[in-house]
């Protein structure tokens, strides 16, 4: 049975976000063949989605990072044309265009760099990095990133291991911090499917932590709302939780992957979404609904050693590997498994334990060789991290 559009938006989501992790640790040719995956999910929700110049924008900074700059300048003006015809974020815009004018300028096209940026005054004419929001939070927390690459591999162990990431970042971070938040709604959604009860309690706590923090009219919240939504099974509150999203995204200028997912799979079977309630029936319905909820006493962050941080993360990793590759077994391209041992080798590394560093480093080669050939970029990465391990590749 094909996936849903939801389903394959909800994929698309998983893997845009692996591909940021992996851009943000500078695993650009890791990123790249996530990022390609999720442009041929985009690609399925149709021609027209606004994810398609999302994930080629992103595809284009890994180009751009590696030196690729004819295919990231094709994908940049792809994207920026796609936005010409559809509503596209304004970041998602902007790092076209910014990143676009450093190509031109790089290759000696400055009267052409010059006209793009008078054409789209928004540009700042910095490299863009990994986007605002729980992407900057990432970058600061490995064990959110840990537990953003762990989310596409199914498994209970991996679920476990997700849990106790998600208690360890609220132990760093405190449990009513956006990291928290960020944790709560990872795990909310890599439950959504299997058990609703948990995926709601999880995104009720995110939702709360991040209405407090940011205040309502954030896309945050946004996100929060839309996700609580498809796991309530009251159906006015349900309504009332996208109507007030959809409102929170209007007035950001926002059009989120779940409207379009929603706006798909309505055109897909000849329907219309039911109309909004009115404004004051909405705030009035979840006015009621958010007395209803409440967050865990918090405790005082408690900041760890990162040698005890970076042990943690190993032995967690090594608890869920063989999951990993069971759920990858057969597998045409076995990325979790090839991430997974590629994360372990690194704390290896960092706790000094060069001998084991580079047993997983060499596991991971054999994969990559299998799998892509010993001429992939991948592969060339991983040779160069073991050479810096000190290892010899024949």
């Keep these: ?134 992407f900057q939070r990432m970058a600061k927390s490995p064990e959110l990133a840990c537990l953003f690459s762990l989310s596409a591999t199914a498994g209970s162990s991996v679920s476990r291991a997700m849990e106790q990431l998600a208690a360890q970042v609220e132990t760093i971070y405190g449990a009513h911090s956006l990291f928290a938040a960020d944790a709560q709604a990872r795990l909310g959604t890599r439950y959504v499917q299997e058990n609703r009860h948990s995926a709601r309690a999880h995104h009720e706590r995110a939702l709360l932590i991040r209405k407090t923090d940011l205040g309502e009219n954030n896309a945050e919240v946004a996100d929060s709302l839309r996700s609580l939504a498809m796991c309530c099974d009251d159906q006015v509150i349900t309504n009332a939780l996208d109507a007030k999203a959809r409102s929170i995204e209007q007035s950001l200028g926002i059009v989120s992957p779940a409207h379009n997912a929603i706006a798909t799979l309505h055109a897909m079977v000849g329907s219309k979404p039911p109309p909004d309630q009115p404004a004051e029936d909405v705030d009035k319905t979840l006015k009621q609904f958010y ?43 076995p990325l979790s498994t090839i991430n997974t041992l590629s994360m372990i080798s690194k704390y290896y590394a960092k706790l000094e334990n060069l001998e084991q560093s580079r047993v997983f480093k060499e596991e991971e080669m054999a994969l990559i060789a299998e799998h892509w050939g010993e001429g992939h970029r991948l592969m060339v990465d991983a040779v160069k991290e073991y050479t810096n391990l000190g290892g010899t590749y024949q």
């Excluded at 943690?312 to 045409?332: I, N, Q």
């Design 291 to 333: 007395a209803t909820l409440s967050l865990p006493e918090a405790k005082p962050p408690l900041p760890l050693e990162l040698a005890e941080r970076h042990q943690f993360l190993l032995d967690l990793l090594l608890s869920t590997l063989p999951e990993v590759r069971a759920s990858e077994h057969g597998a045409k391209h």
């Design 1 to 134: 049975m094909a996936d849903s559009p939801l389903q394959i938006a909800q994929t698309w989501e998983t893997l845009l976000e692996q591909g940021k992790i992996l851009l943000d640790q500078e695993q650009f040719a890791k990123a790249e063949n996530i990022l390609q995956q999720a442009l041929v999910l985009a690609r399925q929700l149709g021609d027209d989605d606004t994810r398609i110049a999302a994930t080629m924008e992103r595809l284009a900074f890994a180009h751009q990072r590696q030196g690729r700059n004819a295919e990231a300048e094709a994908l940049y003006k792809e994207a920026l044309e796609r936005s010409r015809m559809r509503f596209l974020m304004h970041e998602t815009k902007r790092s076209c265009v910014d990143n676009l004018v450093i190509i031109l300028e790089q290759s000696g096209r400055d009267a052409e760099a010059k006209a793009l940026r008078e054409k789209n005054p928004q540009s700042t004419k910095k490299i863009s990095g990994i986007n605002p929001g729980a």
